[in-house]
Structures are given as C-alpha cells and as structure tokens.
C-alpha cells in the first residue's frame, strides 16, 4: 500500500520539476550591455557599450575611456565614417582631464561614438587601437577586442513569406463604391476638402508655435531643476549637470567655454565684475566636485547631489540675467 500511494507523489513531484525546467527555458535572457578593459604599459582603456543588442531603428552608444600618467602621449583611433557593419553618426571627444592619483596625476580621455546598423543581423564592432608613447625608445599599442552586437529586425517573426496570415486566397475582393449622380457629391467634397485645409493649417500653426526658440538659459534652468527633483542621481545626472553648466558660460562668455579646462574657466570668470574672485572659485569647486565624481571614482552623497543642482541652478539663474556676451568686457589683470 505504502508502494502505490507513493507513485501519485512521485508523479506531482516529476510534473512540478518539468514546469520548473520549462519556466527557466522560456525566462527571456539579460541584456547585459559589454565593458572590457585592456592594459598596455603604462596607459589603461576601457570600452563600454550601452546595450548588447539593438533593432534597426535604434542606436549604440559606444564610451572608449583612457587613463594614461601625465607625459605620455596617447593617441585615439582615427576617426571613421563606418566602424565594419555600423554607420558612425557621431564622435564627441570630452576635454582632456587631469585627476589626481596617489602621489601624482593622470590624465583621462574619453571619446563617444553613436552608432547606427542599418540591415538586421550579426555585427562586429572592430578593435580599437590606442597608440601610448612614454619616451623616444618606450611606445605601445594598446588594443580592443571585438565585440559581437545583434541587430534585431521591426517585423513580427510571423510576417514570413510563407505564413498562412498572408494567404492571398483570403483577401476580399475590391470594394465599389455605389454610383451617385447630382451636385451633392460635388459639394460634399468641397466640405470635406475645406475641413481638411483648415485642419492642416491649424496644425502647422501650432507645431510653428512649439517650434519657436525659447531662450537658452530658460531651457538649461528647467533641465537642471528637473534633475534637482528627481529622487535619486545616475552617472548620467552628473554629466548633465556639468553640460548645463558650461552650455551657460559659453552662451554668455565665449562659445570656447564649453571646451575649457576648470581652471581656465575660473580664471575667466575671476576677470568678469559681474561674478568676482569668490564666484570664480565657487564654480571651480563644482566642477571639480562633478569631474571627480564622474571620472575618479569619488563617491557623492544624495544630500550633495542635491546642494550641486541647486547650486548649478542659481549660477544658471544669474546668466540668465546677463546680456549674451556681455562678460566680454573684463576687468585687466
């Protein structure tokens, strides 16, 4: 007796234990985005991507970071139009930084690809050579390995040519209309041609009306107060809190702004009556408080975070209030 009430257990037990195996085959699989790092005497690069696969309407964003000591030279990959399969939209080189390390310093470059496939597939980004040299006799190559990306396609799997969804023994044949005689139809179509002018210009009236530029210096301030309340920061906020920042220097100093180092920024701003010394070297502090954050690693409390944006927010607030390019006027050294 004890045998045969044990074979309906056995059976529960066997039926739970293939649902498990089935749940684990169909569980979808993690989009793990590639990081690798490669070493080559005295410089470190890394490669990141932002996604490991991609449909044909979509982009890839492709980081290369490079850490070399300060006087050794380091020489990026040349810039291409087309990296193997993928089209290069666009290649964004960030000012050159130089972080404190230990007892010295080091240097840190980062470049942004964004990339586009065009056909769906298997792609291959190309290894990326990174060029160092420490002396006339010490030089290297630091290298990339290749990384697979899979390109997925917008139709449905069951748009094959030979589903039956696609039957042509299942299409209608063609609808015609009844015939009309009179003026009716005539003005009907005139009705219905006004209507549809109307709508069109309506339309085009209000996109004119969302696409009228608004000042740049409003636009930055409602970003950076987005940022501000949001709950929590990412690499991404910190990054868009320097942008902001420097987008409203250059717009009311020099369009060079944008690509100055943090210390030729407070050395100019230090010469502007409107902001002073002290003003100079609190924006230094910001930046270097962001730079650090966002390239050595430091760590940044919420509370800090926050104490930035609003402090971000108020320097966009009061350049703003200048005329643009109105810090061209300088006080002399």
Not at 104 to 120: D, I, M, N, S, T
Not at 139 to 157: F, I, M, Q, W, Y
Not at 241 to 257: E, F, N
Not at 288 to 299: M, Q
């Amino acid at each position: 007796m004890r045998r045969i009430s044990s074979i309906p257990l056995f059976c529960l037990l066997a039926a739970c234990l293939l649902r498990c195996g089935v749940a684990l085959a169909d569980a979808p699989k993690s989009d793990v985005a590639p990081e690798q790092s490669v070493s080559a005497g005295p410089i470190q690069a890394t490669l990141k991507l932002d996604r490991a696969s991609l449909n044909v309407a979509q982009s890839l964003t492709a980081i290369l970071t490079v850490r070399a000591p300060v006087g050794v030279r380091v020489t990026l990959p040349e810039e291409e139009a087309k990296l193997d399969g993928f089209s290069v939209v666009s290649v964004v080189n960030e000012p050159l930084r130089t972080l404190p390390v230990g007892s010295g310093q080091e240097q840190l470059l980062v470049r942004r690809y964004k990339l586009a496939p065009f056909l769906p597939g298997d792609y291959k980004l190309p290894p990326m050579e990174i060029r160092w040299q420490k002396s006339e006799k010490e030089s290297g190559v630091a290298r990339t390995a290749e990384v697979k990306v899979v390109v997925d396609s917008l139709l449905p799997k069951s748009a094959a040519p030979n589903s039956k969804a696609l039957d042509p023994g299942t299409i209608r044949a063609e609808y015609t209309l009844p015939a009309q005689s009179g003026y009716r139809s005539l003005w009907v179509g005139f009705a219905v041609g006004f209507g549809t002018a109307a709508a069109l210009g309506a339309g085009l009236w209000i996109l004119n009306r969302r696409r009228m530029p608004k000042d740049d210096l409003e636009v930055l301030v409602a970003q950076v107060e987005a940022l501000r309340r949001q709950g929590t920061f990412t690499a991404e906020s910190l990054h868009h809190l320097a942008s902001a920042l420097r987008r409203g220097l250059a717009s009311r100093l020099d369009p060079s702004a944008g690509s100055q180092t943090s210390g030729e920024l407070v050395a100019t701003l230090a010469r502007t009556p409107d902001w002073g010394e002290a003003e100079a070297r609190r924006a230094g502090d910001v930046f270097d408080t962001l730079d650090a954050a966002r390239f050595g690693g430091t760590s940044l409390s919420e509370d800090r975070y926050r104490n930035l944006a609003e402090t971000v927010a108020s320097m966009l607030a009061r350049l703003r209030a200048m005329p643009p390019r109105a810090m061209r006027t300088e006080v002399a050294p």
